[in-house]
């Protein structure tokens, strides 16, 4: 089992910063490849980005790419997302993931075995 917190959420204005992080439970947080997704009001879960167990492959969504970066400290059992030049489009609720199947499933599947609660994210204009 493992439970998965995320923090860091919060109000933004466009152009500006935050970072998230997750905090993982149990002793085999290495072992999960680890994903961020959002969903805003009326819209679907999408994912944002993902991180393999290793930290050796990420993938990011395209409206990220290059504003974005995930990271994870397998000491610290906690996974972040970086996220810069926010821009009012990612306004969503963002949700932790962790999942026992590759990076590949995971961005493929969208589906994970564990989440977390959610933390908002909103980004003025």
């Known amino acids: 089992q493992v439970q998965l917190v995320e923090s860091g959420g919060g109000l933004v204005q466009a152009g500006g910063s935050l970072t998230l992080s997750c905090a993982a439970s149990?002793?085999?947080?290495?072992?999960?490849?680890m994903g961020w997704f959002r969903q805003a009001p009326g819209r679907e879960r999408e994912i944002v980005a993902a991180?393999?167990?290793?930290?050796?492959?990420?993938y990011y969504a395209d409206s990220v790419k290059g504003r974005f970066t995930i990271s994870r400290d397998n000491a610290k059992n906690t996974v972040y997302l970086q996220m810069n030049s926010l821009k009012p489009e990612d306004t969503a609720v963002y949700y932790c993931?962790?999942?026992?199947?590759?990076?590949?499933?995971?961005?493929?599947?969208?589906?994970?075995?564990?989440w977390g609660q959610g933390t908002q994210v909103t980004v003025s204009s």
């Open positions: 993931a962790a999942d026992l199947g590759t990076l590949v499933v995971l961005t493929r599947t969208r589906t994970a075995d564990y």
């Open positions: 991180i393999s167990w290793r930290s050796a492959s990420t």
């Open positions: 149990g002793r085999t947080f290495s072992s999960y490849t």
